[in-house]
């Protein structure tokens, strides 16, 4: 009976490295990601400066007032990056 019990703790063991990859893999491709959007939403911002610069202001001018806001309108979140550059 002591073996059986041994041999589930050591499946169990198996199970719970397996989702530690898993989620490491996740985390990875999530990164992966995050990282190959923002050079797209770059690259694209900078040939539409360089093809129409009014039109590249006026859309900066509208992305730095919906990030003003969201600073302003959470107050905590602005307090809590104030605190974790520091």
Do not use: C, K, N, W
């Not at 911002?45 to 990030?67: C, D, W, Y």
């Amino acid at each position: 009976m002591e073996r059986l019990l041994q041999y589930l703790d050591d499946l169990d063991d198996l199970f719970g490295a397996i989702g530690l990859l898993a989620e490491r893999l996740r985390s990875l491709a999530s990164l992966a990601g995050t990282i190959s959007l923002l050079l797209v939403v770059e690259t694209v911002g900078i040939l539409l400066a360089l093809s129409e610069p009014p039109l590249g202001l006026a859309i900066v001018t509208l992305l730095f007032t919906a990030l003003m806001y969201r600073v302003v309108t959470q107050p905590g979140l602005a307090r809590r990056q104030h605190y974790e550059a520091v």
